[in-house]
């Protein structure tokens, strides 16, 4: 079984995206993430610039692969009204690393529900549409050390097998930083191990 290692994200915010239902409105936004603290600023920043908004609903995910974390926030609408349906559209679009926020403004009329459960998913859904979604690959750093001697050794399979280097640190030895696919790390990583002289690690 061929190993999934590709993961879709977003790397710039989406634009803002309006939802209007019975004089309630709903401002979806999509924002890339890689942690709690971006989470954190994202929503504190959203409450300031929309600080009479009723409602600040959101789902976020993060990681690369299974299993993710994740989770879904009513912010005070009835529950499962408003996080799940958002968070059942970063799941049907298939993107992590990325926080969706609804923000609602009442517009006096209850929408029950059922209707807050299509806002919340349209906003959301709206907002993804309006993000560019880029397909990244998951990759595994690997640390070579060897001596000078051996540089066209290690730069020939670098070349050969077109591997990305990260980082170089040429002094008393050379030490390479190189990024490598998930799916050919291991055969890569045996490749260097076979090769006389020269270490290679995995950074964590």
Not at 94 to 119: M, P, Q, S
């Amino acid at each position: 079984m061929e190993i999934k290692d590709t993961y879709k994200t977003i790397d710039v915010p989406s634009e803002e995206a309006l939802f209007k239902d019975r004089n309630s409105k709903f401002f979806g936004y999509a924002f890339p993430v890689s942690n709690e603290d971006d989470i954190k600023k994202h929503l504190e920043a959203l409450k300031k610039s929309h600080h009479s908004a009723r409602h600040w609903c959101y789902a976020w995910q993060l990681g690369k692969s299974e299993p993710f974390r994740f989770r879904a926030n009513d912010d005070g609408e009835p529950s499962n009204s408003a996080g799940m349906p958002i968070y059942g559209q970063i799941q049907s679009f298939d993107v992590t690393n990325i926080l969706i926020v609804v923000v609602r403004y009442f517009g006096g009329t209850k929408l029950g529900v059922g209707g807050l459960i299509n806002a919340y998913r349209t906003g959301a859904q709206m907002a993804l549409e309006a993000a560019d979604i880029k397909e990244k690959t998951i990759n595994i750093d690997y640390l070579l050390i060897f001596d000078y001697k051996n540089m066209n050794k290690v730069m020939r399979v670098v070349k050969e097998r077109n591997l990305n280097i990260i980082a170089q640190k040429l002094e008393m030895d050379c030490r390479i930083t190189i990024s490598v696919r998930q799916k050919d790390a291991a055969q890569i990583f045996e490749l260097f191990t076979n090769l006389y002289e020269i270490e290679i690690k995995e950074v964590e």
